[in-house]
């Protein structure tokens, strides 16, 4: 049994009140309160029902990559909207609200590093940035990744979404 299951009855209502938003996250299957830190430490299985919830694109690739030596490749490229796109949306207003919701610049992340010693090129598409769909900015950094890969004679690894 975890720390956390023996003091939760107790510590609910004080949680609810003091602790800020996105230190506890509920599972969406068993629905225990989960303290974030220690679920990153699980990588994110419920230890209660062994869920595997959905991580993002950022944590996957912390959690993949040795922990020295991450370098993410093109972290500030944002797109131009060329066309003006408008669906019942501006194109413009929908990737501003997918940059505020997930903190990323787009729906890629890429990094070097390296697995367990082993140069290599990572790739991690984030759902929740506009479902991980494929504008400029993906595709510009997919194709550095690649560039990367074949410069660097690594492997080019991608989390699909
Ligand atoms: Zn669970």
């Given amino acids: ?25 509920k599972c969406p299957k068993c629905e225990s309160t989960l303290y974030e830190e220690e679920l990153k430490q699980l990588t994110y299985v419920c230890p209660n029902c062994d869920h595997h ?3 993002s694109a950022r944590v996957r690739l912390e959690s993949f990559l040795d922990v020295d030596g991450q370098e993410e490749i093109a972290p500030n490229l944002v797109a131009v909207d060329p066309l003006k796109f408008k669906d019942q949306k501006k194109y413009k207003d929908r990737y501003l609200q997918a940059q505020k919701n997930t903190g990323e610049k787009d ?21 929740k940035f506009m479902g991980g769909s494929m504008g400029s900015v993906v595709g510009e950094k997919f194709v550095r990744a690649a560039q990367e890969s074949i410069r660097t004679n690594s492997p080019l690894i991608c989390f699909s979404a």
């Fill in 1 to 25: 049994m975890s720390w956390l299951k023996k003091i939760l009855p107790t510590i609910t209502n004080v949680v609810k009140k003091n602790i800020p938003e996105g230190l506890w996250s």
């Fill in 53 to 55: 919830m959905r991580i």
């Fill in 107 to 127: 729906a890629l992340v890429v990094k070097k590093g390296t697995l367990n010693g082993m140069s290599v090129v990572v790739a991690a598409f984030e759902f």
